[in-house]
């Protein structure tokens, strides 16, 4: 899926988001026929750009002119840890955590689809403005107990209950453009005096590559 030549691209837009596409579109396309007469369920209270997927709890606690701030219920995540530049790191992390909620686990179960996937980053002072170390993560509903991974790089991440800076922007999120939203809200928040874990933020996405229209992307900082 990932040839030689596009990791050693770089970080250009055309290249990254033509391996962003290949990496999302084979897994995501097991949505794309409920996406097409997409209604909200009765009763559902989650934020439109869930889409009817499963996500984590929160309630909005204000909302400043760029970023909001959310109180997130304790939650549950599968997780893996990966090494490498960003957007390959993400794919294989992406592929191992789909195999997983696909039946490739302990009880052959599988595990339906949730939002958004999540990246852990690390920012450095480099050009690329991320470290190498990454983890992705797929948040698991409270009512499923999930089965024991048949892969040893995959583990339980339990969450506990928080505060959570939040920056949403449009279109398609790639590394640097998540390096960037993470800087504007890192320092969004530090003029409005709000402490907050510097050490690593998260890009979550919640759209699969063939929506092209009303995409929702979010980095988010851990409140100190």
């Known amino acids: 899926m990932i040839t030689a030549t596009a990791e050693q691209s770089g970080y250009s837009n055309n290249s990254m988001t033509n391996l962003f596409i290949l990496v999302l579109l084979a897994p995501f396309g097991v949505l794309l026929a409920s996406e097409q007469n997409e209604v909200q369920k009765p009763g559902d209270e989650s934020p ?90 797929f948040f698991i509903p409270p009512a499923i107990d999930p089965p024991k991974p048949k892969d040893a790089r995959i583990h339980t991440l339990n969450v506990p209950a928080g505060t959570v ?36 933020f998260v890009a979550a996405g919640y759209d699969p590559p063939f929506r092209p229209f009303n995409r929702h992307n979010e980095v988010w900082y851990h409140a100190a």
């Open 165 to 200: 800076y939040v920056r949403s922007f449009g279109g398609f999120a790639m590394g640097t453009t998540d390096v960037d939203q993470a800087k504007a809200l890192a320092d969004d928040l530090k003029t409005e005096g709000l402490s907050f874990d510097e050490t690593s």
């Open 48 to 137: 439109w750009f869930c889409h009817n997927l499963d996500c984590p709890k929160y309630s909005l606690v204000k909302k400043y002119e760029t970023f909001e701030v959310r109180s997130y219920e304790a939650s549950r995540w599968m997780t893996t840890e990966v090494e490498g530049r960003y957007m390959n790191a993400v794919s294989k992390g992406f592929m191992r955590l789909f195999r997983y909620i696909q039946g490739d686990n302990e009880a052959g179960q599988n595990i339906p689809m949730t939002a958004p996937v999540a990246v852990a980053v690390y920012p450095t002072a480099d050009s690329t403005g991320m470290g190498k170390s990454h983890s992705v993560s």
